[in-house]
């Protein structure tokens, strides 16, 4: 499986992004979608999930209310929309692929993208 995420940019506080991970290869065999993001310095942190089947979502307590994930199976594509954005969300932004759905920890995702620069102006 191979991923490739973009969308990343510099925006001002406030305003809005949407990141796109695009899905290649053996994508039969994943289960759960993951946004990741990881601040200079610190570790990589959960940020959203998305069950394949059914597309059930889940989030760290940290995104609700301005993250939304959501996928396009068609297009193998999942996405994260980032509202409001505030200088504290500037980080790179990693979707992950795994087989357990649910799964909020770095170690159950298999399958990883290069990242994607999101950086917030105050």
């Known amino acids: 499986v191979q991923l490739q995420a973009f969308g990343g940019g510099l925006v001002q506080a406030g305003g809005s992004l949407r990141l796109s991970c695009v899905a290649s290869?053996?994508?039969?065999?994943?289960?759960?979608m993951g946004w990741f993001r990881q601040a200079p310095g610190k570790e990589r942190e959960f940020v959203a999930g998305?069950?394949?089947?059914?597309?059930?979502?889940y989030y760290a307590d940290s995104a609700k209310g301005r993250f939304t994930v959501s996928e396009d199976n068609a297009k193998n594509t999942v996405y994260l929309q980032i509202n409001n954005l505030k200088p504290e969300d500037t980080a790179v932004y990693y979707c992950?692929?795994?087989?357990?759905?649910?799964?909020?920890?770095?170690?159950?995702?298999?399958?990883w993208g290069q990242g994607t620069q999101v950086t917030v102006s105050s």
């Open positions: 992950a692929a795994g087989q357990s759905s649910g799964a909020t920890r770095v170690s159950a995702y298999a399958y």
């Open positions: 290869g053996r994508t039969f065999s994943i289960y759960v």
């Open positions: 998305i069950g394949r089947s059914g597309g059930n979502t």
